[in-house]
């Protein structure tokens, strides 16, 4: 009798347990993403477009490819036009959809200089993308690893107390540096902040972290990753007009990627695992 409420004992620890592991299980979302049959580049009369197409999902992805505000694309006499506007805005722009490398690392964005485009990545898997302005000839944007700090939902600049500031999140504290909400003229125009349209603003302000400190002087914990890289050639036309002739010019691979985080990944692991410790 003893030996078969043992049997019973174990076997309901055995179902326990494995109800246990199954429990903190968790399944990968899935990001299901339509495609274009075709990827190609031209220039179009700008108020001809604009009258013929009012379906906003193709008047983002034509920003995004212009690097430009809607304010400022009406303005242009021609823009650059895919040739099938039927796809998701990832495929119009220079990111991977995936980088293995980045498995390991739950949040990264990634602002491209030359490309003037940004990513953001979850365990290796694009998220979000879109394009930016970033610092103009006489006041660049540093390159290198930062992480987010602060955050707020309006904020004045330091260059101009007239300079409106939405959705800031700030990466470099005493260089005051960051992303925001404002005008995206379609080159590199900031003071060297990274200018965003609203709703990428928007959503980075929302979906990455904020530091943690232990008081006024000290970081407790850093928030989320950030790599600014590449340079951009100031004198010479828009990276992404050669896209009419080669659309995959601007294309940014898996490897590069890999290449550009290899120095920094340590770092990023390290803070990353003193937030996850922070939780527990």
């Not at 005051?176 to 003071?191: E, I, N, T």
């Not at 979906?207 to 232990?214: F, P, V």
Request: charged share 25%; glycine share 4%; aromatic share 12%.
């Amino acid at each position: 009798m003893q030996k078969i409420i043992l049997i019973l004992a174990l076997a309901l620890l055995f179902v326990s347990c494995k109800k246990e592991k199954e429990e903190v299980i968790t399944v990968k979302k899935t990001i299901i993403r339509k495609a274009p049959k075709n990827i190609s580049f031209h220039f179009e009369d700008t108020k001809q477009w604009l009258s013929e197409n009012p379906i906003n999902k193709q008047l983002q992805i034509v920003l995004a490819v212009n690097r430009m505000d809607k304010s400022h694309l009406t303005k242009k006499d021609s823009i650059l036009i895919p040739g099938d506007l039927s796809g998701d805005i990832e495929f119009y722009l220079p990111f991977p959809l995936e980088v293995p490398y980045l498995i390991p690392v739950k949040k990264i964005v990634f602002f491209s200089y030359p490309t003037q485009t940004f990513a953001a990545y979850e365990n290796g898997e694009l998220i979000h993308t879109g394009p930016t302005n970033m610092g103009r000839k006489l006041a660049q944007t540093p390159t290198g690893l930062f992480f987010t700090n602060w955050k707020a939902e309006r904020t004045t600049s330091t260059f101009n107390d007239e300079w409106d500031l939405r959705w800031n999140f700030n990466i470099a504290n005493k260089a005051g540096v960051g992303w925001h909400q404002y005008d995206l003229p379609g080159y590199p125009a900031s003071h060297s902040c990274l200018r965003l349209l609203e709703k990428d603003a928007k959503y980075l302000y929302k979906w990455a972290d904020q530091w943690i400190l232990k008081d006024e002087q000290n970081i407790l914990v850093k928030g989320t990753p950030v790599i600014v890289f590449g340079k951009y050639d100031f004198d010479a036309p828009k990276p992404w007009l050669q896209l009419t002739e080669n659309p995959k010019a601007l294309n940014i691979s898996p490897s590069e990627i890999e290449k550009i985080i290899t120095p920094y990944l340590d770092d990023i692991l390290s803070e990353q695992e003193k937030r996850e410790n922070r939780k527990q």
